[in-house]
């Protein structure tokens, strides 16, 4: 909020809150603060939004929605979302897949590389990791090794565009659950997602 009344126009930082009131269930806060981005923008910009604030928006909208019809996606308990985190460097198949999962009941979390990811994890726990292999800093094989190093017990889906058996067994030598094959097809992803999860 202090960063927000030296300027205005800092959209990551309206995003920021978006997320925080939302994770504090004051979802109407998160709500508001999203249409004040928008007229922000709008007025002193003429622009607007980022695709990744509308997507913060539509996903609070959703939960908003769930909660108000008392209903939670298949295979949840009321009041348990399983949180995973998509460490994923190309915004594009981010968004693809915090969609994918967003809207079929699941918390997302991102990170951009191996490095943020770590970060996340210190953070807070997951139920499942949904990782890029070919990533800047930190790729998702050296990643993989650091989480064997610190037994980590979360499981790791691996998502690659690279052709080959190599990189798969690779992949399982270091204890991945599974693989999926960019470009990612929304049913493989959920079922894949729900096979990993039980």
């Known amino acids: 909020s202090r960063l927000l009344t030296l300027d205005t126009l800092q959209e990551t930082v309206h995003r920021a809150l978006m997320m925080l009131f939302a994770r504090q269930g004051r979802r109407e806060a998160a709500l508001k603060q ?51 985190l998509v460490v994923e460097d190309d915004a594009v198949t981010r968004a693809l897949v915090d969609g994918f999962l967003g809207g079929n009941g699941y918390e997302t979390v991102h990170a951009g590389d191996g490095a943020d990811a770590l970060l996340e994890m210190g953070k807070r726990s997951f139920d499942l990791v949904l990782l890029d292999l070919n990533m800047p800093t930190l790729d998702g094989l050296k990643l993989l090794e650091i989480m064997n190093e610190k037994q980590s017990r979360i499981p790791v889906i691996c998502l690659t565009a690279l052709t080959g058996d190599q990189v798969e067994v690779r992949g399982f030598e270091l204890g991945a659950a599974d693989f999926i094959r960019k470009p990612i097809q929304k049913e493989v992803l959920l079922m894949r997602v729900k096979n990993v999860l039980k």
């Open 34 to 84: 999203y249409q004040s981005c928008v007229g922000l923008l709008e007025r002193e910009l003429g622009m607007e939004p980022e695709e990744e604030t509308k997507q913060v928006y539509e996903d609070i909208l959703r939960q908003s929605a769930k909660k108000k019809a008392g209903g939670t996606a298949p295979g949840h308990k009321a009041g348990d979302l399983e949180t995973i």
